[in-house]
């Protein structure tokens, strides 16, 4: 065989699995969501056009949905990223007990989703939580963590904050240690002072890097189901039900699979342009 084609035959299985679990899946969803298709249903499904996505992008609980969405994404990865990028700097400064530290902050990534979801319940539960007899203990009145609107969301945001600002404290401790030592030297020689290291090299030379992180954690968050789905169940009411979410209730417990691939296929731009947008930006800090 030449060259040619044992690159083809090694590369083949790769390419035909893909095919399989990503390319068609989506292709499919993308005829789906042009029809008024239901899994429950019998009988061929009946070409709607754009109806689908008229009636997402008219929908005040779309509206509402996305809004919630927002309000975690920009929540956590922004507490995440402070969370994250402090821890990591102040690792950065030690030089005995660094890789343990590192060790025991990485923890609770990882743990899977849903054990994270159902630890917390128990943690949080306004009877029996440890949480509330935490407060108890020192006088405070005891708080409804995830039954109540008020409480509910930031509970979630709290909760993805905890199992992910390792994640950003990874990255940017990359980062950190990438850093030449020559350049805080030649600072020390001008008797800088620490927060102009900071500011004028640290940051800089880091900041690509976090920026990085923080795209990653932004898609996960947009893409939120598991812990909604164990610790509120998408409430009280609506109040916590996010996009990812609420399309599991149109597919399986509405069985709207025509309206539920609109959904998708919508998130999918979304996060494809948002994406691009993120990316040209990131190009122009590095040409600058």
Do not use: C
Not at 102 to 130: C, I, K, N, Y
Request: proline share 3%; charged share 10%.
């Amino acid at each position: 065989m030449s060259d040619r084609w044992l690159a083809v035959t090694f590369i083949s299985p790769a390419m035909l699995l893909l095919l399989a679990m990503s390319v068609f899946p989506l292709l499919w969803a993308l005829y789906l969501s042009f029809t008024d298709y239901s899994a429950t249903r019998g009988g061929p499904a009946h070409f709607i056009g754009f109806g689908n996505y008229t009636a997402i992008l008219t929908s005040a609980q779309v509206h509402t949905r996305a809004l919630t969405t927002l309000i975690y994404v920009v929540g956590a990865v922004g507490l995440q990223t402070v969370l994250g990028f402090g821890i990591a700097y102040l690792i950065s400064r030690r030089t005995h007990g660094r890789g343990v530290l590192t060790t025991l902050f990485l923890v609770p990534m990882m743990l899977s989703p849903v054990v994270v979801g159902l630890f917390w319940r128990f943690m949080l539960d306004a009877q029996f939580g440890v949480v509330n007899s935490m407060l108890g203990s020192v006088g405070l009145g005891q708080v409804e963590w995830l039954t109540r609107q008020r409480t509910a969301l930031v509970s979630l945001i709290v909760v993805d904050t905890w199992q992910w600002t390792p994640f950003i404290m990874l990255i940017a401790l990359a980062g950190l240690t990438a850093v030449p030592k020559y350049l805080y030297e030649a600072a020390s020689i001008d008797r800088a002072s620490e927060w102009f290291r900071f500011r004028t090299i640290t940051l800089p030379l880091v900041w690509p890097l976090l920026l990085i992180a923080v795209l990653f954690r932004a898609i996960e968050a947009f893409r939120l189901f598991d812990l909604v789905y164990i610790l509120t169940n998408g409430g009280p009411g609506v109040s916590t039900e996010t996009l990812s979410f609420h399309v599991y209730k149109v597919a399986f417990l509405g069985f709207n699979t025509g309206t539920a691939s609109a959904y998708g296929i919508l998130m999918v731009l979304v996060v494809i342009v948002l994406t691009q947008l993120y990316l040209r930006y990131l190009n122009k800090l590095k040409e600058g």
